[in-house]
C-alpha cells in the first residue's frame, strides 16, 4: 500500500507533544506516530516535512526495515536525537499501519503476548519531602503501586511539563552534586521505612552525579534494597559507566539519553547494567528497539523503556505492545496522563493495580483527536538548567 502523505500533529496540550501522520492509498488507514522530543519539537517536524517527506510519498508503507534503514544510512549524517525522533514517529507510524491492515495488535505482530498485563511505577513528585512520603504511601496503600519512583535532588519535575506559557530562556534551578549527596540517602531511608520492604523503590539519579558520588550515594542505599538506581552517571563515558559498576552492587537501569543501538553495547555486552532504559522516541522507534531488546535479552539484561509524561500515550502504548511481547521485560515507567491530553490523544494502556492493560485494537491502538489538538497550540519551551548555588557554573541537569 503506498503512502499518500505524512503530516505532523504538533501541540500542546500540557505538554508539547510533535505526531505524525502517515496516509496511505486507502482512505481507511492511516499511522500514528509519536516523534515528541522535550524542547526541540520544531526541528523534529522541520526535519520531517522538508525532508523526509518528499522522499517517503509513493514508497510502499509495508517495508519498514526498507524505510527505516533509508532515513537512518541513507541520509549519510547518521543519528542524532532529533534525527532519531523523526524516524521513530515514522516507523511508529508505519507499524500502526502494519496492524491496521493486518487487522493486528501491535503485540500480535511482535511474537504475540507472553504476560498478561504490564508491571509499573510511578513517579513520587511533590514540592517538598513531606509532601512526597505521604505520596509514597498512599501510591503503595491507596493505589496498590508494587513498585515506586523517586528522582534525585529536585523538587518536582513541573520544569519538564511547559503549558505554563512560552519560554525565551531555560529555567534555572538550583542543584549541588558535590555537597547534596546525603540528603539524596537520607530521603530514600526514609520513603523506604515509610512503605516497608516489600515495596520497590526506584531511584532515579537523573544523570547528575560524578561517578565517585554515585558510587557514594549508591553503596550507602545498599542495603536499603533499591529495585534499580537509574542513569546514576552522565552517558558520555562508558568507562565511568563501568567504574561505578565495579564498585557497587546494587542493579542499575541506564540508557535514557541513548540515541542508537550502538551507544547501548557496551553496557549491555559486558553486563555494566541490568535494565536498559532507551526512550523508544530517541532509539527510532519499535524496529530498534526490537533489535536493542533482542540483545538485551541475550546477556541476561531486561527492558525498562523511558515512559515519562514528556512522551505522549502513542509511545506508552507501543511500549505496552513491546513489554507484553518480550520475555526479558523488566518494568515499565508509567506516566500519569492528564485530562487535556485525554481530549487529543485517544487510547493506551490503562492502570490498575499496579499493572497496566490495554484494549485490543487493530495496530497500535491509538488516535489523535485534530480538533482538540488545535485548542492547544505549540508553545516554546527548554528543559531547565542546573546551576550550583556556589559559583553558578552549570552542571547536569
Ligand atoms: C524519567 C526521566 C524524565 C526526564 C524527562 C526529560 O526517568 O522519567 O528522567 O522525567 O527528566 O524525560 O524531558
Ligand atoms: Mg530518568
Redesign the pocket.
Known amino acids: 500500500m503506498k503512502i499518500t502523505d505524512v503530516r505532523t500533529i504538533l501541540t500542546c496540550p500540557k505538554q508539547n507533544y510533535l505526531f505524525i501522520k502517515i496516509m496511505t492509498e486507502d482512505p481507511e488507514i492511516y499511522g500514528i506516530g509519536d516523534a515528541s522530543m522535550?524542547?526541540r519539537e520544531k526541528a523534529v517536524e522541520d526535519l520531517t516535512l522538508e525532508y523526509l517527506r518528499p522522499m517517503l510519498i509513493g514508497m510502499d508503507a509495508d517495508r519498514i526495515e526498507e524505510i527505516w534503514q533509508l532515513i537512518y544510512r541513507g541520509t549519510y549524517w547518521r543519528g542524532g536525537n532529533i534525527m532519531m525522533s523523526a524516524l521513530c514517529g515514522i516507523d511508529m507510524a508505519l507499524w500502526d499501519i502494519k496492524g491496521k491492515t493486518a487487522g493486528l495488535p501491535l503485540y500480535s505482530l511482535l511474537g504475540g503476548k507472553v504476560r498478561d498485563r504490564v508491571l509499573c511505577y510511578s513517579?513520587v513528585l511533590g514540592k517538598t519531602n513531606e509532601e512526597k512520603i505521604e505520596k509514597a504511601a498512599n501510591f503503595v496503600q491507596e493505589k496498590g503501586l508494587k513498585v515506586i519512583?523517586l528522582?534525585a535532588g529536585l523538587p518536582s519535575?513541573n520544569g519538564?511539563l511547559n503549558a505554563a506559557g512560552p519560554q525565551n530562556t531555560p529555567k534555572v534551578e538550583d542543584w549541588d552534586p558535590e555537597f547534596w549527596a546525603d540528603e539524596m540517602t537520607d530521603y530514600f531511608i526514609k520513603i523506604r521505612q515509610v512503605v516497608g520492604d516489600k515495596v520497590g523503590i526506584i531511584y532515579?539519579l537523573?544523570e547528575r552525579f560524578s561517578p565517585e558520588r554515585a558510587i557514594y550515594i549508591m553503596r550507602k542505599l545498599e542495603p536499603y534494597n533499591p529495585f534499580f538506581i537509574?542513569?546514576p552517571i552522565a552517558p558520555d563515558c562508558f568507562e565511568s559507566l563501568k567504574t561505578v559498576r565495579e564498585h557497587t552492587n546494587v542493579p542499575i537501569a541506564f540508557g535514557?539519553l541513548y540515541k542508537s543501538r550502538w551507544e547501548c553495547l557496551p553496557g549491555i555486552t559486558n553486563r555494566w547494567l541490568d535494565f536498559i532504559?532507551c526512550?523508544l522516541i530517541r532509539i527510532g522507534g519499535i524496529t530498534e528497539a526490537r533489535k536493542i531488546g533482542a540483545i538485551a535479552e541475550t546477556y541476561d539484561v531486561k527492558t525498562a523503556w523511558?515512559?515519562?509524561?514528556?512522551?505522549s500515550p502513542v509511545t506508552h502504548a507501543v511500549n505496552w505492545h513491546l513489554n507484553v511481547s518480550a520475555y526479558n521485560f523488566g518494568i515499565q515507567?508509567d506516566?500519569t496522563v492528564d485530562d487535556t491530553v485525554k481530549e487529543v490523544v485517544k487510547g493506551g494502556p490503562v492502570y490498575k493495580d499496579g499493572y497496566l492493560t490495554m484494549e485490543d485494537k487493530p495496530g497500535i491502538g491509538c488516535d489523535i483527536d485534530e480538533e482538540a489538538a488545535k485548542r492547544y497550540p505549540y508553545q516554546r519551551a527548554y528543559?531547565p538548567v542546573c546551576r550550583r548555588p556556589g559559583d553558578n557554573s552549570l552542571c547536569d541537569w
Not at 306 to 311: C, K, R, S, Y
Open positions: 522535550n524542547g513517579h519512583r528522582r519535575a519538564t532515579d537523573h537509574e542513569d535514557e532504559r526512550d523511558h515512559g515519562p509524561n514528556d512522551v515507567e506516566g528543559i
